[in-house]
């Protein structure tokens, strides 16, 4: 185990987040999550996080949370630093950072609750609940409903073991007001969450880090935005995000709800690399989608038949 202190900074860089792969039949295929992971690392990527919101986390039972962490481990622990998804409920949440300090990750980022919109002492309770179940670095993911108050994130960061903030707003204001409430003498690690295609920016308004689900399919890209951010080539990274298409794909990934997956698994596919379906109540994409996004994503290969949704 590492302390939360050497997390931190693993976390300033650019953090894969792999998706879970399933079979035809909807089981998850862990062989070839286990060769997603050695890409990564062999493209060299520092983090992933498992099990997180690309990885379909609300859609995966606890074992099969638990049978993903002990192979990411086994696989690249030695090489990545594994970040393990956990959420869904507290106790559950609890459960899954037990199981994740257990298998030997590194860190834990903390989904909202499946829950709709709670009270800001709410969140605080269920954060600090997950927090306190481990002894690893934590962090909270703000997403959906799960909007925090600069007072509530304020709150947070007094817990020892919270080193970083993810934001999948996309609301720079109020980033600007959490950054300007919270102040820079705490340690807090700033995570752009929103997507790939925003971390311009986030990085102008102060990120330090970002989530990249790109990587996923074209590694590359995501690399090469994060030395261009990190070192504050705005202009080189925007002509990038539109030369590669990511600004393309994030249109289409716009379009449904749940595509932010869809897409991802689709074009892993169509550059080679396992993924399956997607588990309802995602959908994958039409006949029509796959053909658009073949034109977009780079080193696809010609479009093939959309990958049916899984049964579970």
């Known amino acids: 185990m590492i302390h939360p202190d050497e997390l931190r900074p ?6 894969a987040f792999p998706v879970t792969p399933f079979t035809a039949d909807g089981e998850v295929d862990l062989e070839a999550f286990r060769a997603n992971l050695r890409d990564l690392a062999d493209a060299g990527f520092k983090g992933v996080v498992v099990a997180g919101g690309t990885g379909e986390l609300y859609s995966l039972t606890m074992e099969e949370c638990r049978a993903l962490y002990r192979a990411a481990v086994a696989e690249v622990g030695d090489r990545l630093t594994i970040i393990a998804g956990v959420g869904i409920g507290v106790r559950v949440a609890q459960e899954l950072a037990r199981d994740a300090e257990a298998a030997g990750c590194h860190g834990v980022l903390i989904l909202p609750p499946s829950y709709g919109a709670a009270e800001q002492e709410g969140l605080y309770q269920y954060y ?3 927090a306190e179940a481990t002894a690893l670095g934590v962090f909270p993911y703000a997403r959906g ?13 007094r817990i020892p073991n919270v080193v970083a903030f993810k934001d999948g707003h996309g609301d720079l ?4 007001r959490l950054r300007e409430r919270v102040g820079q003498g705490t340690g807090l690690v700033w995570l752009a969450g929103m997507g790939d295609d925003l971390i311009v920016p986030y990085f102008a308004a102060g990120a330090e880090g970002f989530t990249s689900s790109v990587a996923n399919y074209d590694p590359g890209t995501a690399l090469e935005l994060w030395a261009l951010v990190s070192t504050g080539r705005y202009d080189e990274a925007d002509r990038l995000l539109r030369e590669r298409g990511v600004y393309a794909a994030y249109d289409l990934r716009a379009r449904s709800r749940g595509h932010e997956v869809s897409v991802v698994k689709a074009a892993m596919e169509l550059v080679g690399r396992t993924a399956g379906p997607v588990r309802p109540p995602l959908l994958p994409l039409t006949a029509a989608e796959q053909e658009e996004l073949a034109g977009i994503v780079p080193g696809a290969t010609a479009a093939r038949a959309p990958v049916a949704a899984a049964t579970d």
């Open 10 to 15: 693993r976390l300033k860089a650019v953090l």
């Open 128 to 130: 600090r609940a997950v």
């Open 145 to 157: 409903l799960a909007i925090p108050t600069p007072g509530l994130l304020e709150r947070l960061v």
């Open 173 to 176: 204001r109020l980033w600007q």
